[in-house]
């Protein structure tokens, strides 16, 4: 099993409607979690990070934690073609200080 | 502010050749990580630094691959020699560790290619 784990997509959804990411990942004891966006040929840009369970919330975009469930998700609300993008999700395990372990990504593709 | 930075953000060389990437990370920051991109394998950490010392170089591929970091505001990884199956784009991104928050910040990437 690998430790953080996400549907590679794509992900096609019209243009204003809900996108839903979702990620889950293997250490029971992770601290925190990152979302990060990263268009064809960029680098990663961090978007959103959660630490406790529940709903962060950051314009059009919500972070979801369930840490009972080693899952974690974001909600991109209003879809825009600009959100397409493949998104990382990354963990920051608990036997680890600084050390980031990311998914695969997920590529996510708004229809006008 | 200005972001992380790396040079060369491109780099074609022929095989057995030594390459040099550079980075320069955030100021203030106290952690590095080196990164390789590619479409098989994704992001895999290489290496990374905590107050200029390497802490874990387990995803090092092999010891062609040497990282170092002579002080807070640079560092290098270098390739030698270098291999086709190098080819890859390389990200340096930098963070302030502090407990179980630690958002990295990434640079625009190296893309090598090796002839």
């Known amino acids: 099993q690998k430790e953080v784990e996400q549907n590679s997509g794509p992900l096609s959804v019209p243009e204003g409607a809900i996108a839903s990411l979702n990620c889950t990942y293997s250490?029971?004891?992770?601290?925190?979690f990152f979302w990060y966006r990263q268009y064809s040929g960029k680098s990663p840009e961090l978007i959103m990070f959660?630490?406790?369970?529940g709903d962060k919330e950051d314009g059009r975009f919500t972070a979801q934690l369930n840490k009972a469930s080693q899952y974690v998700s974001l909600l991109i609300r209003d879809s825009q073609p600009s959100d397409s993008a493949t998104y990382l999700c990354?963990?920051?395990?608990?036997?680890?200080?600084?050390?980031?372990?990311f998914g695969q990504g997920t590529t996510l593709q708004v229809k006008p | 502010d200005a972001g992380v930075i790396q040079s060369p953000r491109h780099e074609v060389t022929e095989m057995g050749q030594e390459v040099t990437l550079r980075c320069k990370p955030i100021?203030?920051?106290?952690?590095l990580f080196w990164y390789r991109q590619t479409m098989m394998r994704g992001l895999e950490l290489l290496i990374y630094?905590?107050?200029?010392?390497?802490?874990?170089d387990s995803g090092m591929p092999e010891d062609r691959f040497s990282a170092k970091m002579p002080n807070a505001s640079f560092s290098t990884l270098k390739i030698q020699p270098s291999e086709p199956r190098d080819s890859a784009v390389y990200f340096c991104?930098?963070?302030?560790?502090?407990?179980?928050?630690?958002?990295?910040?990434f640079g625009p990437g190296t893309r090598l290619t090796v002839l």
């Open positions: 630094f905590n107050n200029n010392v390497p802490i874990d």
């Open positions: 100021s203030g920051h106290n952690s």
């Open positions: 990354a963990v920051n395990m608990a036997s680890n200080t600084g050390k980031l372990i």
């Open positions: 959660i630490y406790s369970n």
């Open positions: 250490d029971r004891g992770s601290q925190s």
């Open positions: 991104a930098s963070s302030f560790s502090r407990g179980g928050l630690n958002e990295q910040f």
